[in-house]
C-alpha cells in the first residue's frame, strides 16, 4: 500500500518561508500525479500545487507567485517550497498522490486515493 509521510511544518511570521517535503513509499513518483492540498479550521480542504509526471505544474491563484512545488524522483520526494507566507496560510497541508489520469493537475479531493498524515503551518501577523 502507497504511503506518504509529510514534514517540514512549523510556526514562522509572515513574510517567512518554509520548505515542505513528502516521502513516498512502496512506489515510485514517476507513476503518480502528485499534489498539495491544504485545510483551515472549519474550511474545506483545497489545492494549492499540482505536479504531473513531466513536472510541469498548475498553482491556485492564492500561492502563484510565492509556492513551488517540485519533485526529486532520486529521492522519491516531493515538495512545496513557500516564500512570502501570509497568516491566511495558517493550515494543516498534506500531500496526495494517484495513478489515475484524472488526477493530473487536479484539485479535486475525490481523485486522489492516497494522502499523508498531514503537517501543520502557522503563519502569525
Known amino acids: 500500500q502507497v504511503q506518504l509521510v509529510e514534514s517540514g511544518g512549523g510556526s514562522v511570521q509572515a513574510g517567512g518561508s518554509l520548505r515542505l517535503s513528502c516521502v513516498a513509499s512502496?512506489?515510485?513518483?514517476?507513476?503518480?500525479?502528485m499534489a498539495w492540498f491544504r485545510q483551515a479550521p472549519g474550511k474545506e480542504r483545497e489545492g494549492v500545487a499540482a505536479i504531473d509526471k513531466d513536472g510541469r505544474t498548475r498553482y491556485a491563484d492564492s500561492v502563484k507567485g510565492r509556492f513551488t512545488i517540485s519533485q526529486d524522483n532520486a529521492k522519491n520526494t516531493l515538495y512545496l517550497e513557500m516564500n512570502s507566507l501570509k497568516p491566511e496560510d495558517t493550515a494543516m497541508y498534506y500531500c496526495?498522490?494517484?495513478?489515475?489520469?484524472?488526477?493530473?493537475?487536479?484539485?479535486?479531493?475525490?481523485?486522489?486515493?492516497?494522502w499523508g498524515q498531514g503537517t501543520q503551518v502557522t503563519v502569525s501577523s
Open positions: 512502496r512506489y515510485h513518483y514517476s507513476n503518480y500525479y
Open positions: 496526495a498522490a494517484d495513478s489515475s489520469p484524472r488526477a493530473r493537475f487536479s484539485f479535486l479531493v475525490a481523485w486522489y486515493n492516497y
